[in-house]
């Protein structure tokens, strides 16, 4: 799962398609009418001698500036000439103008300042929809986090518990209400069922939503599949490794569970400094604590990730055996 060059690639094709349809519908309309109104078809093609005329007059070096305003003139009144006709004849006057889907961007995907609206919400609707696929990751939104799964063995427990995750369920909240790419990096860890992976697809859901460019997996899948990329064992021509690099927002998720060797080791290493060089954000979540890891990472790792990262350590029961036992799940 993740967002990626893959879904970019298919949005740009789908709004490629749209300026395709587009024209071709224009084509289309102009054949028509054409057909339906030859006092248009006679304009059109005095217009099109008029564009050749013009040419020629540019060739042979004489001064074209008169021509050309006279020409102006002209085009300008046959335009009016055929929208009349077009009216006559119970079209509407804009009826062979191309219509774009989206009139900012010419269903181009970009206007003067990079991607054009459009082209955003086609990659957010295909990332969403990608995301939605795995119905586990459809539950997870902030709207069905629920603070009163929090327990503790006590009252107070439970009640210093809830009050340690309403404060950690607000930042996530507010992380990603006001996401950019100079957000903070997050460290979730905690035991395992208190809600990290929950939490964590509740922000990249609402961040892919607002059209940034989010990759969420685990840890391990990420590293195997960089690995198998780096050894030439995948021909599938993608470089995940450059796209955990450059993503808007990354998200590994259980960081701790791979296997340790020197190519994973130096592969997070490799992930975690260069998002922090280019300061773009990332989420990790790990079911280590403190100690742990401080015992499976060198220093490089954890000194980033314990004085950069702002930590949220999350505390309670496993959710999921609450739930078990409740019988929901
Ligand atoms: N506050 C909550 N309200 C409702 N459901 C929750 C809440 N927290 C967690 N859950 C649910 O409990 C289950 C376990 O949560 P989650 O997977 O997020 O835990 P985790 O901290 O990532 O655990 P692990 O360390 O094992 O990966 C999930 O189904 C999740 O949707
Ligand atoms: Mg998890
Ligand atoms: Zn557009």
């Known amino acids: 799962m993740g967002i990626n060059y893959d879904i970019y690639n298919r949005a740009i094709d789908i709004i490629g398609a749209r300026r395709i349809a587009a024209k071709a519908e224009n084509d289309r309309r102009f054949e028509e009418i054409n057909q339906k109104i030859p006092e248009i078809?006679?304009?059109?093609?005095?217009?099109?001698?008029?564009?050749?005329?013009?040419?020629?007059?540019?060739?042979?070096?004489?001064?074209?500036?008169?021509?050309?305003?006279s020409m102006k003139v002209k085009n300008l009144q046959a335009q009016e000439l055929i929208r009349k006709l077009l009216r006559d004849n119970g079209y509407p006057e804009d009826y062979l103008q191309i219509k774009y889907k989206c009139e900012k961007c010419f269903d181009t995907g970009f206007t003067g300042g990079g991607q054009c609206e459009c082209l955003?919400?086609?990659?957010?609707?295909?990332?969403?929809?990608?995301m939605n696929s795995n119905s586990q990751i459809k539950l997870c939104s902030f709207d069905t986090f629920d603070i009163s799964y929090f327990r503790g063995k006590t009252p107070e427990e439970t009640s210093a518990c809830r009050d340690i995750m309403s404060r950690i369920f607000t930042?996530?909240?507010?992380?990603?209400?006001?996401?950019?790419?100079?957000?903070?990096?997050?460290?979730?860890?905690?035991?395992?069922?208190?809600?990290?992976?929950?939490?964590s697809l509740a922000i990249a859901n609402q961040v892919i939503r607002k059209g940034y460019d989010?990759?969420?997996d685990s840890a391990v899948n990420y590293l195997m599949q960089i690995e198998k990329e780096h050894f030439g064992r995948d021909d599938s021509g993608r470089d995940t490794l450059q796209s955990l690099l450059t993503a808007d927002l990354l998200i590994l998720d259980d960081l701790g569970a791979e296997y340790d060797t020197p190519f994973y080791t130096s592969t997070i290493y490799n992930i975690i400094n260069t998002r922090l060089n280019r300061s773009l954000p990332?989420?990790?979540?790990?079911?280590l604590n403190h100690e742990g890891i401080q015992k499976k990472y060198d220093d490089r790792i954890v000194s980033r990730l314990f004085a950069i990262y702002q930590c949220l350590e999350f505390v309670g029961t496993d959710i999921r055996l609450i739930k078990r036992k409740m019988g929901e799940n």
């Open 282 to 287: 990332t989420i990790i979540s790990t079911n």
């Open 41 to 69: 078809a006679e304009v059109n093609s005095q217009l099109a001698k008029t564009g050749l005329e013009i040419v020629n007059v540019i060739r042979s070096g004489e001064d074209v500036s008169q021509r050309i305003e």
């Open 171 to 199: 930042y996530c909240k507010s992380y990603a209400e006001s996401f950019s790419t100079e957000s903070q990096n997050i460290l979730m860890f905690g035991k395992t069922g208190l809600g990290k992976t929950h939490l």
């Open 214 to 216: 989010v990759l969420y």
């Open 120 to 130: 955003k919400s086609v990659i957010s609707a295909l990332s969403v929809r990608e």
